[in-house]
């Protein structure tokens, strides 16, 4: 895969969307004007780390420290930052 | 803004009412031509629900699973309690858009929203110019209208505008993307008319021609790609120039939840028009009940209350019929195929209305606007002095 994920990338979840965790679907979800989208578990536990603060490198040793049964999950973690901010979930700030 | 909204995202396995859009008032400042509210529209102005009926009726659908609050009308800054309103959705955790026209909105107002956490307002805007732009609302609304834009903009606010598409602005499309660009907008919907309420009946007066439709979607393209990711724009098709109907309110009862000024509990805009239903209110039973039980949200849910050509057709799960309001409107059964559909037996009342609509003597007769006189013309049934306007001479 592509990727222009560099692990000193810092984001935040891009301006009008709102990250959120939903009761009623038991997950994550991202909500913007007209629109919804519901995160599947993995996706839901990476975003709930972008922080505006928090480092790509240092989610990535986040999650592997609070999964580590999950096998090659970095490049899945690169992949899933990759396809948010290329829907505009996510805005990069450094 | 009385906008139909079918572009739902979302995936949902459980039917939870995702979407719930507060009609908050029928009361509008503007008389526009294409409105979708109901031709009757003036006997809902007098009973319309309270605040405090209105945070419970938020409180309800909250805990019931909807996310996305729409508030609109009818113009919804006619009452004073949109504060207050917006203030109980944000601490319930929608994410809420205030649907206007923008008249009403103040520097005051639009601080109370933004410090009460409306996540954003999607204005209405009609043409680039002043003539047309006051003509289809019937109103002189247009300078205003740019002042709001400018107004949300400067609070921070996403700008979504809605522009609803006939023959008197569609050749103007690419003009309006590109004033909406010079305004700042971050979304902008092309609304091509859908022919309910006030524009089904001056639908022959609105009707763009299917050059005209497809100049206009050549623009849009162009536009799209010259501007990139920086502001999206939404193109939604009129479903009278297609050959199979669209997925009405992304299915009945499905994950959108109306609740009308007067309490209606309904499954789309204009399902008060079905013959022979009763809909749950608000104020009788709760909302639970209605999403989940009322004969009028159940009757139409799934597929089962079809009949051919729907009920053994491949494409059925797409559309689901398409609509069964556009159905009884039009061929006075709500559950044959929507008319829209080539396979539907009445295909040809589209036909029909595509060939009248480009008759000059008819397409030349004037529009009925959107005004209490005239509604209550409809509320006393009246209907037959409105609709000789539109009889062929
Ligand atoms: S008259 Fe115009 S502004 Fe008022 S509710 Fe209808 S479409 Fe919206
Ligand atoms: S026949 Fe009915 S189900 Fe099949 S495509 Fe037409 S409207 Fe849809």
């Known amino acids: 895969m592509e990727n222009n994920i560099q692990h000193s990338d810092i984001y935040a979840i891009a301006l009008h969307h709102r990250f959120q965790w939903e009761e009623a679907q038991q997950s994550y979800v991202i909500?913007?004007?007209?629109g919804m989208v519901k995160l599947h578990g993995g996706a839901g536990e990476i975003?709930?780390?972008?922080?505006?603060?928090?480092?790509?490198?240092?989610?990535?040793?986040?999650?592997?420290?609070?999964?580590?049964?999950?096998?090659?999950?970095?490049?899945?973690?690169?992949?899933?930052?990759?396809?948010?901010?290329?829907?505009?979930?996510?805005?990069?700030?450094? | 803004m009385a906008q139909l909204n079918n572009g739902v995202a979302a995936s949902v396995t459980q039917k939870q009412p995702l979407w719930l859009l507060a009609e908050v008032t029928y009361r509008c400042p503007l008389h526009c031509a294409f409105c979708y509210n109901p031709t009757d529209y003036d006997k809902h102005t007098k009973n319309e629900l309270t605040t405090e009926q209105w945070i419970s009726a938020l409180r309800d659908a909250r805990k019931m699973g909807a996310i996305q609050l729409g508030i609109?009308?009818?113009?919804?800054?006619?009452?004073d309690d949109i504060e207050e309103i917006v203030a109980e959705a944000h601490k319930l955790g929608y994410y809420s858009n205030l649907i206007t026209s923008g008249v009403g909105l103040t520097e005051k107002r639009i601080q109370a929203f933004k410090e009460g956490g409306l996540d954003h307002i999607q204005l209405s805007m009609h043409d680039v110019t002043e003539d047309i732009s006051n003509f289809i609302t019937n109103t002189r609304t247009f300078e205003l209208k740019k002042k709001v834009a400018a107004m949300i903009k400067s609070h921070g606010y996403p700008m979504v505008l809605n522009v609803v598409i006939h023959r008197y602005n569609i050749d103007q499309v690419g003009k309006i993307l590109e004033m909406a660009e010079a305004?700042?907008?971050?979304?902008?919907?092309?609304?091509?008319?859908?022919?309910?309420?006030?524009?089904?009946?001056?639908?022959?007066?609105?009707?763009?021609?299917?050059?005209?439709?497809?100049?206009?979607?050549?623009?849009?393209?162009?536009?799209?790609?010259?501007?990139?990711?920086?502001?999206?724009?939404?193109?939604?098709?009129?479903?009278y120039f297609a050959d199979r109907p669209k997925k009405c309110m992304n299915g009945w009862g499905e994950v959108f939840m109306i609740v009308t000024a007067n309490g209606d509990v309904l499954p789309c805009h204009s399902a008060r028009v079905l013959p022979g239903?009763?809909?749950?209110?608000?104020?009788?039973?709760?909302?639970?009940?209605?999403?989940?039980?009322?004969?009028?949200?159940?009757?139409?849910?799934?597929?089962?209350?079809m009949k051919e050509p729907c009920r053994s057709?491949?494409?059925?799960?797409?559309?689901?019929?398409?609509?069964?309001?556009?159905?009884?409107?039009?061929?006075?059964?709500?559950?044959m195929a929507d008319p829209v559909c080539t396979k539907s037996p009445n295909r040809h009342l589209i036909d029909e209305a595509l060939i009248n609509s480009q008759n000059p003597l008819v397409r030349e007769q004037p529009i009925i606007f959107r005004t209490d006189k005239n509604?209550?013309?409809?509320?006393?049934?009246d209907k037959e002095r409105i609709e000789q306007f539109h009889a062929l001479p």
Request: with cysteine; glycine share 8%; net charge negative.
């Open chain 1, 31 to 34: 909500l913007f004007p007209e």
């Open chain 2, 183 to 239: 305004l700042g907008a971050d979304y902008v919907e092309l609304a091509n008319t859908q022919y309910y309420g006030w524009s089904l009946v001056n639908r022959d007066q609105l009707m763009p021609t299917r050059e005209q439709l497809d100049r206009a979607e050549a623009a849009t393209n162009a536009f799209r790609e010259r501007v990139g990711n920086k502001m999206k724009v939404f193109f939604v098709v009129p479903d």
């Open chain 2, 313 to 335: 057709c491949d494409e059925k799960e797409n559309d689901l019929g398409g609509c069964r309001c556009q159905s009884y409107l039009l061929s006075g059964d709500a559950e």
């Open chain 2, 277 to 305: 239903m009763t809909f749950p209110n608000v104020r009788e039973n709760g909302l639970e009940w209605a999403w989940k039980e009322s004969p009028a949200f159940t009757k139409y849910r799934g597929m089962e209350w």
């Open chain 2, 375 to 381: 509604s209550k013309k409809y509320v006393e049934g």
């Open chain 2, 72 to 79: 609109s009308g009818g113009e919804p800054l006619l009452r």
């Open chain 1, 47 to 94: 975003l709930k780390r972008v922080d505006g603060k928090t480092t790509v490198g240092e989610i990535v040793v986040d999650l592997k420290t609070t999964f580590p049964d999950a096998e090659d999950i970095e490049n899945d973690i690169l992949g899933m930052f990759d396809l948010a901010v290329g829907k505009a979930w996510l805005r990069k700030l450094n």
